[in-house]
């Protein structure tokens, strides 16, 4: 896989350790499976100014399509039709998050996703840490872009990082950061996955899996319903929260998240991911150059060493 140019901003270095993942992590493409590849591919290239990587053809008809932007991938389309549509009150995917590296990516890639029909407009939100903007695809899977404020500006009490939801005009916004060059072409502006918020049964499950086993820290706890935590002092790569789906089972099969992907930096940072889950009594599957488990709701994770190529992100 394409190393990307953009990093989340001021990640800080951790060394391998018993209870906590490495600093280092990166969030990788996030899997969805969708039921009309052809019009959820054209609304991803479209609305978010993706270019398609790679394809590949599964035996039964399933395909899956890797898009993302200077061979970086953003996402994985899964093709699984005749599977249910989305239901909103399930666990799994609450929004992928995709960070741009300054505010005029940001506009133009807002621009753009605003401009195509087939967008659902889901607010906008000034987290005091970051600027974010919010929409759903044609098949309900939630998307925020957003752009971080310098990490020198973030404040920290208590461990716990200082965050908001505060209204952000839209049009004054692309008035002050719009600028010609990325209006007309903001796909040549590069991009990561910056976090990916899940939903939930229950706060306190969720803690127990992604903090306690996993090794992520939190950074934001107090928040109603929800909880935010991060590795190396980002103010999250991961958020779960109850808002549309307190008291959820085990995830039916449907459309939607398939798979969240992290890259973590060495071996030894997945033998201490392993040496944790087989402490906690959970199951997993060590492939070598990466572990997969799911979560209590049945949402997979995959973390990765990095190198992992499209070809093997196709074969997940």
Avoid: C
């Amino acid at each position: 896989m394409t190393s990307s140019p953009l990093t989340v901003p001021g990640a800080q270095s951790d060394a391998v350790g018993e209870q906590h993942l490495s600093g280092d992590l990166a969030m990788d493409a996030v899997t969805l499976r969708v039921g009309d590849l052809e019009l959820m591919s054209s609304y991803y290239e479209n609305a978010l100014a993706l270019a398609p990587i790679e394809e590949q053809a599964r035996a039964g008809g399933e395909v899956h399509r890797v898009l993302g932007r200077g061979g970086i991938p953003f996402v994985r389309l899964v093709a699984t039709p005749g599977l249910p549509a989305l239901d909103p009150r399930q666990a799994g995917l609450f929004h992928t998050a995709f960070l741009f590296e300054d505010q005029a990516a940001l506009a133009g890639t807002v621009l753009r996703a605003a401009q195509d029909p087939r967008s659902r407009f889901a607010g906008t939100g000034d987290h005091l840490v970051s600027e974010a903007f919010y929409f759903s695809d044609p098949e309900g899977n939630g998307i925020e872009l957003y752009w971080d404020r310098p990490r020198e500006t973030w404040q920290w009490t208590g461990g716990q990082v200082a965050m908001d939801s505060l209204y952000i005009d839209p049009d004054a916004y692309l008035t002050e950061h719009l600028t010609e060059a990325v209006a007309a072409d903001p796909g040549i502006n590069p991009g990561i996955v910056g976090h990916v918020h899940l939903q939930v049964g229950d706060v306190d499950t969720a803690r127990q899996f992604y903090i306690d086993t996993l090794g992520f820290e939190v950074t934001v706890g107090t928040h109603p319903g929800a909880l935010f935590a991060a590795a190396g002092g980002y103010h999250h790569h991961v958020a779960m929260n109850t808002w549309n789906s307190r008291g959820a089972g085990p995830r039916a099969a449907g459309l939607g998240l398939a798979d969240v992907a992290i890259t973590l930096p060495a071996r030894e940072d997945l033998d201490a991911l392993t040496a944790r889950l087989t402490r906690a009594g959970i199951d997993f599957a060590d492939e070598g150059r990466s572990v997969s488990v799911k979560d209590p709701w049945g949402t997979p994770v995959t973390l990765s060493l990095p190198g992992t190529s499209t070809e093997e992100l196709l074969a997940r």
